[in-house]
């Protein structure tokens, strides 16, 4: 199968996943207790007024008449409109967009920086007492809650330590008259600095840990391979094999899993960002939530599953494109 086919196909399936995503929160928010328009005018409202504003968001029609006109709404592009804020879907999340896109690239880069040579010399030092430390550090990584890391951080370096502010996010474009403390772009990069260390070490954290692992796994095999006892046996250096011929091999499946660790980077950053109370999409799903916006919550979910589902596609793909041996599908594979 040829890599357009491939490509073809699974954009095709990745619609239909996006259509039972699509069905499900449908059915779940809609089923799911609180009357929307209540809370939003408040439960003194008169009854006119009440039937007003169904009428004006559509809620007073059957509930298969109004998923078909959401599903019609969202292939034309359109996601509705928030009752809570009185604003198009689409406009609230491309407002809080840029927060949580900063705090996942953030978190992703220390993760990626930190992860990758902890697990080459990890593996390099095969139970030697670094690679005990390194091997209790993933595990601690990947088993303890983000929210949890948060919490913890906010009281050492907050509330005993004085050095880091707890809550809010810096945007690093920000005018220097908004941020308190900075009288010029550089004083605003450094707020955004200090502001980002948490939401990066409590997102990163686990992000760090599970590559990690797999890095040095994947490296374990590759330096156990007979052709790295061929190489050792004409005196090639360990360190020319390790980084030119094993460390390269060993990348596959460590690029798998920060394509899916990416992807699912954008659920966690909703509980990193309600513990540091920054206004980026994480936030805006919990308020839409607590709203019963049924438009903000269906708008939020897709987003977020449109971009797991297009994570994943990408990692499949450039997985299949640079390991000639992965078929793209068919008897192959």
């Keep these: 199968m040829s890599l357009a086919r491939y490509i073809t196909r699974r954009l095709g399936q990745s619609v239909f996943t996006l259509l039972g995503v699509v069905t499900l929160t449908f059915l779940l928010v809609n089923a799911a207790p609180g009357d929307p328009v209540r809370i939003f005018i408040g439960p003194s409202a008169d009854a006119s007024t009440v039937a007003a504003i169904r009428a004006k968001f559509g809620l007073n029609q059957p509930l298969h008449i109004r998923y078909v006109k959401y599903l019609i709404s969202v292939v034309q592009g359109d996601l509705g409109q928030s009752i809570n804020y009185r604003v198009p879907v689409t406009q609230k999340i491309l407002e809080r967009l840029p927060a949580t896109l900063l705090v996942v690239a953030s978190s992703f880069t220390f993760a990626i920086v930190t992860a990758v040579p902890i697990g080459v010399l990890s593996a390099k030092r095969r139970n030697h007492f670094s690679d005990h430390v390194f091997r209790v550090f993933g595990l601690i990584g990947v088993s303890t809650p983000s929210f949890w890391i948060g919490l913890l951080l906010i009281i050492l370096f907050t509330y005993h330590l004085g050095l880091l502010p707890a809550t809010g996010l810096v945007m690093p474009w920000a005018s220097p008259a908004e941020v308190d403390h900075a009288a010029s772009q550089l004083d605003v990069l450094y707020q955004c600095a200090l502001h980002l260390i948490m939401p990066t070490l409590t997102l990163g954290t686990l992000q760090m840990a599970a590559i990690m692992r797999i890095e040095r796994s994947s490296m374990l095999e590759e330096l156990n391979q007979e052709y790295m006892t061929l190489a050792r046996a004409f005196g090639v250096s360990e360190w020319k094999m390790l980084w030119r011929h094993a460390f390269q091999n060993a990348q596959l499946p460590v690029l798998t899993v920060i394509g899916l660790q990416l992807t699912t980077a954008l659920g966690g950053s909703v509980l990193t960002e309600t513990v540091f109370s920054i206004n ?19 708008g939020s979910t897709l987003f977020y599953a449109t971009m797991f589902v297009v994570g994943v596609l990408i990692t499949d793909i450039l997985y299949a494109y640079l390991d000639p041996r992965i078929s793209y599908g068919g008897e192959g594979q």
């Design 280 to 298: 980026g999409m994480g936030t805006l799903i919990i308020t839409g939530v607590n709203a019963r916006d049924y438009p903000l919550i269906l």
